[in-house]
């Protein structure tokens, strides 16, 4: 490898973001977080303690529960992502969504979008969650507002309506 | 339509689907065009004074915008109450984080490495850490005895009663600094246009606070400021005035620039910058009967207010109410002061006071009963105030609140007795230590005394021709449900489905000041104004003979398309009106403090884990009587969310201190409970009304701060019998009190002793 | 966000000879990045001083566990979701499966790989107390060709490996002996959930009528480095478990380990607290012993 000029040029990266194949100009260490806030306006993924700690960030990263504040991205390239907005297809709400609703998953809705990403992520690895379970796949997601008990309703209810079905 | 068909209903949240979709708007998601990043330049030091700042020949500053204290149009102050706060340093510092410069820049990368580029000299001067050195006022940081404020509240004769007492107990109690830690850092844009003013959008509750500090920063006119709020990602008082401090500092560069600013924190910035509950220290000496009784006492209660004034007064005057709690004190002296050390500005934090003088005041009970000799159940038994009975300040208790009852439910949901009998058994072996605590407390809802009187809110409701009413008060939605809670109480008020209301987004040019978003006011007072107003539309409708008494959503809507159509716009607004019956004296802080109290019994099961030295909170009963629930989804949210807070103040939530600076300012080391470290938070509601609240209701929003951590201590000390009197109580505490005082074993380890 | 994307190349070879030649080429100038948890949070502190990181998560020798009949071989880059998933890892070696569910929470055991915690070579890692009473081999690799070093001789001061500067980990090999053992782990940490450890016990052992025979104990974050008990195991090992001799491996675990003070916990608190650890997996050594 040749010696590197001292500033990174920015690359051409690509990857599939809620289904769709994006091409991204970024720096190679930019955080995906940003990239998807900042490049692809898709603001549904938040900032709120850039060290992988909140969970706020959290999206799909080929399938997997990721703190997008963590990962470069060009180690998304050719990566699918799946972020908040891609969890509704158009106007049809995920389950998970309508429980969040119904059992007041959602107070001031800043840490919602990875709260059901987490919550998603864990239905799809764990169908049918106790709530031991619930409680792991959500603690990396730090929520202020609701002291998590209404979070927990809102999952086993979305996993009782799935089961009824 | 019935009553309670939507108050009283678990209606959606309003916002709510907009939150769970990614849709929700909050500040960091706008972006203006030719928007500039602004960043704060601040103190390394806790107290100095500074001439020189330099800035490092490397950078380009012409690229910059620069901001100082001689840039400010105004008065460079934050208005609030006694406006003592600079908005930018000019020459001292008195806290470490203090700012001191601003930088704007359309790079967000090279705006942050030019921060690191300026530097500043600074003069350090003996700066005071502690309320204890504030005291000896050795060093005077402020004012001419470091003192903000103090009250004095006397009832009876106090002096009187400790020669008939049986008992004298005293004790000392100590809470510390908590962090609101929303997960939404604080964030602002501003733009500034010559002939319009400033505008500004932010994550706040008060538009009208941050209205008011920037005419005065920006020496504009009302008609010349607008503050607008965005989606809000939690504030719980941290956002009630440092966000004047923010919008101040992003329309300083937005005036200086001529082009929007945003100004965003992150973490690490937020958490040492920014408000923290009051730091506090209660003693408590109490005059007692045989039997129990107080006959009375004196409760000494001080709190660490920072570097300036700020809100420190209004933090220590519901402290000091709240430090009898809801028991009958026949006497009592409480003297009560807010001091100054070098430490960015506490500010408020649900509860704003009462959670500390109630933290003390429930220990102390605890404390009472051992030395009397009786249960922690009996020795409450024997003083709950009745009704008829005055408080503390003297305010009678008028309504039927039946304290015995409500302890008797708690204990009932919580199988206190047996579980309190097993555990002594069980206790006996093993390296796990259960125990099982109560606190009993109130909490006055809106501003104390002749607070409303003075914020004389104003509410408006509007219809269109399309029959959408739109509720316009400044009261911000921050996850406590207050878009959802006024729009159904305006549906249920116009009998009009919930869907048929909206309300709208609080912005200065719109909506009329209903005041702050604080004090657990909203529901309860904004909300009787939104019934007022609402009725309001109905009125006029009826008096323009387009709408009979009784109508249909359908007839509804045709009158008010007829209605604006004839007349334009269809508004009607109400104005607060002090209830007649509500007495205050604020020279003698004596009389009515509150319109209504909440009161409520917490119990808490722990375990106390003797290898770790740590307590897991394993049940939580939360019962509380709240006049009325207007929506039980949200209602419930507000008790195990509070709870969760109260488990984080009594148990995780430590700031680290050094030379007036946060240590521990990122989330890997502020800790507060994970969705794996919290209980089943079992909530119930009592609901004896409540005539100064719409349909009843009082306020919840500050209530479940007060109980839990004095619980929880209670229940710590049920299980080891060590008196813990300060929080937050880490397993390093418990370690080191139980080195002092082994928790007794009495049946040998199974191994048994030969070798 | 306090670090500008600017000033940091990121390579993404793919292969890794390309990488090990990089790290040969120019020594001690890439900074190898698998999950990056550890390295990103320095980034966006903006404390990172390596300017050139180089992406490993994507070379598949090191993404692979490997099973033979007398050990197991675990790619430095394979995630703790990967570990705590593999069925001989969760049943062999239950010290490391649980030590990967503690491990932050679960977005974070989807990208932190046991290679880069051995690297970054923090005292607190959950893994590093297993992986030394499991002896762990390390494979390292370089244009050189590759070597093997015992765990317990990989760290060699705070944050300092015997890594050469131009070396990778390749994997790390766990002989597959431990059956029969009593296997004992708990991290006490602030919180239940995504906490640094305060201190950490990993443990193994054998006990026969009462009397012990293999020991293992190591414990982290009370020291610069994972600290394996050898002194202590001493002490134990042949002896029947009473509690006079639970009271002396106490002192003796306090003698052996090092604890400061710092932002999480103090020295004193943690050396009670390692001290009641050990002594907790005895009483449970003496128990299970009894049983047999």
């Known amino acids: ?165 | ?755 | 966000m306090r670090a500008d994307p600017a000033d940091y190349q990121l390579v993404s070879p793919g292969n890794l000879q390309a990488v090990l030649s990089a790290l040969a080429g120019e020594p001690a100038q890439w900074l190898p990045i698998a999950g990056g948890t550890d390295v990103m949070v320095l980034y966006s502190a903006g404390k990172l001083s390596n300017r050139k990181l180089i992406n490993i998560l994507n070379i598949p020798e090191l993404r692979q566990i490997e099973v033979f009949p007398d050990k197991i071989r675990i790619g430095a880059a394979c995630n703790y979701t990967s570990l705590r998933m593999h069925e001989v890892i969760s049943r062999e070696f239950p010290l490391l499966a649980t030590a990967a569910s503690w491990t932050g929470g679960i977005a974070n055991q989807n990208r932190g790989t046991l290679g880069g915690n051995i690297a970054n070579a923090s005292p607190a890692a959950d893994s590093l107390p297993a992986l030394l009473v499991y002896e762990a081999e390390l494979t390292l690799i370089s244009v050189r060709g590759e070597r093997r070093v015992a765990y317990r001789n990989f760290h060699t001061g705070y944050k300092k490996t015997a890594l050469a500067s131009d070396e990778l980990i390749r994997d790390i090999s766990l002989a597959r002996k431990f059956f029969g053992y009593i296997s004992h782990t708990r991290k006490v940490g602030a919180r239940n959930a995504q906490a640094i450890s305060k201190v950490c016990l990993a443990a193994l052992g054998q006990s026969a009528s009462g009397k012990i025979g293999d020991l293992r104990l190591a414990l982290g974050s009370v020291a610069p480095v994972p600290l394996r008990l050898n002194e202590t195991e001493q002490l134990l090992a042949g002896n029947r478990i009473a509690p006079s001799l639970i009271d002396a491996a106490r002192r003796s675990v306090m003698r052996e380990i090092r604890p400061i003070d710092d932002i999480r916990s103090t020295a004193r608190y943690r050396s009670a607290v390692a001290g009641n650890l050990i002594a907790e997996f005895l009483e449970k050594l003496a128990a299970e012993g009894a049983k047999a």
């Open chain 2, 1 to 755: 339509m019935q009553e309670g068909h939507i108050v009283g209903a678990s209606v959606p949240r309003k916002e709510g689907r907009d939150k769970v979709t990614g849709a929700a708007r909050y500040v960091d998601d706008m972006v203006l065009p030719g928007m500039l990043h602004g960043a704060t330049v601040r103190s390394s030091v806790a107290r100095g004074k500074f001439q020189k700042i330099s800035f490092d020949p490397n950078v380009n500053w012409n690229e910059f915008v620069v901001v100082t204290a001689k840039d400010i149009p105004g008065k460079n102050c934050i208005a609030l109450i006694l406006d003592d706060q600079p908005c930018l340093a000019a020459g001292i510092v008195n806290h470490a984080e203090e700012p001191v410069l601003l930088l704007a820049h359309a790079d967000r990368h090279k705006l942050r490495k030019a921060v690191d580029a300026v530097s500043i000299e600074y003069e350090p001067l003996p700066s005071v850490h502690s309320i204890e050195e504030s005291e000896r006022q050795s060093t005077i940081i402020w004012g001419n005895d470091n003192t903000f404020k103090s009250y004095l509240v006397e009832k009876g004769n106090v002096d009187d009663v400790w020669r008939e007492a049986a008992h004298i107990v005293e004790g000392e109690y100590f809470t510390g600094a908590q962090e609101q830690l929303y997960i939404e850092n604080n964030g602002v844009i501003a733009a500034f246009k010559p002939d319009s003013g400033i505008t500004v959008w932010g994550s706040l509750q008060c538009p009208y606070y941050v209205h008011k500090a920037l005419m005065a920063l920006c020496g504009l006119p009302e008609d010349k400021v607008r503050v607008v709020q965005m989606e809000t990602g939690g504030a719980f008082g941290g956002k009630e005035e440092y966000p004047s401090m923010i919008a101040g500092h992003a329309a300083l560069l937005a005036i200086k620039s001529g082009k929007p600013v945003k100004i965003i924190y992150d973490r690490m910035e937020d958490m040492v910058a920014t408000t923290k509950r009051h730091p506090s220290r209660t003693r408590h000496r109490t005059a007692v009967s045989k039997e129990g009784t107080i006959l009375g006492g004196e409760i000494e209660f001080t709190i660490d207010g920072g570097a300036y004034a700020t809100l420190s007064s209004v933090v220590l005057s519901r402290g000091t109410i709240h430090a009898g709690g809801p028991y009958f004190w026949p006497s009592v002296r409480i003297r009560t002061k807010a001091v100054a050390t070098n430490t960015p500005p506490h500010g408020a934090f649900r509860g704003f006071g009462a959670p500390q003088s109630l933290f003390a005041l429930e220990r102390h009970m605890d404390r009472i009963a051992q030395v009397v000799g009786v249960s922690p159940i009996e020795i409450r038994r024997r003083n709950f105030l009745k009704t008829g009975q005055t408080t503390t300040t003297e305010q009678t208790i008028r309504e039927n609140i039946d304290l015995h009852h409500l302890l008797d439910r708690a204990l009932e949901l919580s199988d206190y007795a047996a579980k309190k009998n097993r555990f002594a058994v069980d206790n006996k072996n093993g390296k796990r230590k259960k125990g099982i605590g109560i606190a009993a407390f109130l909490h006055g809802a809106g501003f104390t005394g002749s607070g409303e009187r003075y914020l004389n809110s104003l509410v408006g409701v509007e219809a269109g021709a399309d029959g959408i009413v739109r509720v316009l008060v400044s009261s911000a939605e921050f996850g406590q449900g207050t878009n959802t809670v006024l729009c159904q109480i305006a549906a249920e008020a116009l009998g009009l489905p919930y869907q048929g209301v909206a309300i709208a987004q609080p912005d200065t040019t719109v909506v009329p000041n209903s005041g702050p978003t604080v004090a657990s006011r909203t529901a309860m007072i904004v909300g009787k104004l939104v019934q007022s107003a609402a009725r309001g539309i109905q009125q006029t409708l009826t008096k323009a003979a387009l709408l009979n008494d009784a109508y249909t959503p359908e007839q509804f809507r045709a009158a008010c398309g007829e209605y604006v159509a004839l007349h334009g716009a269809l508004k009607s607004y109400a104005r607060y009106e002090a209830p007649g019956d509500v007495y205050w004296d604020d020279e003698r802080y004596r009389g009515d403090a509150y319109a209504a109290f909440a009161w409520a019994v917490y119990v808490a099961e722990v375990t106390v884990d003797l290898t770790a030295y740590s307590v897991t909170v394993d049940d939580f009963v939360a019962l509380q009587e709240i006049g009325k629930v207007l929506n039980p989804v949200l209602a419930e949210g507000q008790i195990t969310g509070g709870v969760a807070q109260g488990i984080g103040f009594a148990l995780y939530e430590k700031v680290l201190w050094q030379n007036g600076r946060m240590m521990n300012s990122q989330m890997t080391n502020y800790i507060m409970p994970t969705s794996a470290d919290l209980p089943p938070i079992r909530v119930f509601f009592e609901e004896l009304g409540n005539v100064h609240g719409a349909h009843g209701a009082k306020g919840i929003g500050e209530l479940p701060m007060d109980g839990p951590a004095p619980a929880i201590v209670n229940a710590v000390e049920d299980a080891t019998g060590v008196r813990f009197c300060s929080i937050p109580l880490l397993p390093e505490d418990l370690f080191e009190a139980l080195r002092n005082e082994p928790v007794e074993q009495d049946v040998p380890s199974p191994l048994g002793d030969s070798a």
């Open chain 1, 1 to 165: 490898m040749n010696s590197s000029p001292e500033k990174s040029a920015k690359c051409d990266i690509l990857l599939t973001v809620n289904g769709e194949p994006r091409k991204v100009l970024a720096h190679p260490v930019e955080r995906l977080l940003d990239v998807l806030r900042n490049e692809l306006g898709l603001t549904g993924t938040k900032e709120g303690c850039g060290e992988g700690e909140c969970g706020s960030c959290s999206v799909l990263l080929d399938g997997m529960l990721v703190n997008s504040c963590l990962v470069p991205v060009a180690q998304a390239s050719g990566a699918s992502i799946v972020t908040i907005e891609g969890i509704s297809t158009h106007y049809l709400m995920n389950p998970l969504q309508e429980t969040f609703l119904e059992c007041g998953g959602a107070q001031c809705g800043i840490c919602t979008p990875g709260m059901i990403l987490a919550a998603v992520h864990l239905l799809e690895k764990k169908p049918e969650p106790d709530l031991a379970d619930i409680r792991e796949g959500l603690a990396g997601n730090l929520c202020r507002c609701t002291g998590y008990m209404q979070i927990f309703e809102a999952v086993a209810k979305a996993v009782r309506r799935r089961v009824a079905k």
